[in-house]
């Protein structure tokens, strides 16, 4: 070996700073890096086409009477449902909040099951309108507030607590 070596540097997109700058022992190695790091670039824009044409082209599968569930907290676990009531286009649903009913669980303290009461507005929930966006594994949710999301309930009891 002569102790010779080869150095290759890179930029991505119009980044001033080099995304990598290496030095190789041997030239089949740089150009193997090179061809794997433009791959990965590739890899990664077909994977970012490939998400964006599944929002182009998703349709809710909710409709008027579905119930969505929202669970969120952070020492507590406050669970909200909702109602479909429009389906407004392709993935643009309005919503209102409906009441529930909470079961106490014998074995935790201020801890409980709550279900839906379908049809049940709240007297203070008004109308919202809210897109519908495509989930992992077929499924899909809304953002319902900055902190938190439904899904579709799937008919079983969710859990909740709460603090004196």
Same mark, same amino acid.
């Given at each position: 070996?002569?102790?010779?070596?080869?150095?290759?540097?890179?930029?991505?997109?119009?980044?001033?700073? &080099?995304?990598?700058?290496?030095?190789?022992?041997?030239?089949?190695?740089?150009?193997?890096?090179?061809?794997?790091?433009?791959?990965?670039?590739?890899?990664?824009?077909?994977?970012?086409?490939?998400?964006?044409?599944?929002?182009?082209?998703?349709?809710?599968?909710?409709?008027?009477?579905?119930?969505?569930?929202?669970?969120?907290?952070?020492?507590?676990?406050?669970?909200?449902?909702?109602?479909?009531?429009?389906?407004?286009?392709?993935?643009?649903?309005?919503?209102?909040?409906?009441?529930?009913?909470?079961?106490? =669980?014998?074995?935790? =303290?201020?801890?409980?099951?709550?279900?839906?009461?379908?049809?049940?507005?709240?007297?203070?929930?008004?109308?919202?309108?809210?897109?519908?966006?495509?989930?992992? =594994?077929?499924?899909?949710?809304?953002?319902?507030?900055?902190?938190?999301?439904?899904?579709?309930?799937?008919?079983? &009891?969710?859990?909740?607590?709460?603090?004196?």
């Amino acid at each position: 070996m002569d102790g010779s070596r080869f150095y290759a540097m890179g930029y991505t997109g119009s980044s001033s700073r &080099p995304a990598f700058n290496y030095s190789f022992r041997t030239r089949g190695r740089m150009e193997d890096y090179i061809t794997e790091y433009f791959q990965g670039i590739k890899s990664r824009q077909d994977r970012k086409n490939q998400e964006a044409e599944k929002k182009r082209s998703f349709v809710t599968t909710l409709k008027p009477g579905d119930i969505i569930a929202e669970s969120w907290g952070y020492d507590q676990t406050n669970v909200n449902f909702y109602q479909v009531i429009e389906v407004n286009g392709k993935n643009m649903i309005t919503i209102r909040e409906i009441a529930a009913t909470i079961t106490e =669980s014998g074995n935790m =303290s201020m801890s409980g099951r709550t279900v839906p009461l379908p049809g049940e507005f709240l007297k203070d929930s008004v109308p919202m309108r809210k897109k519908v966006l495509p989930g992992l =594994s077929n499924g899909e949710y809304i953002n319902i507030r900055s902190y938190s999301s439904g899904h579709l309930w799937d008919g079983s &009891p969710m859990f909740c607590s709460w603090y004196g």
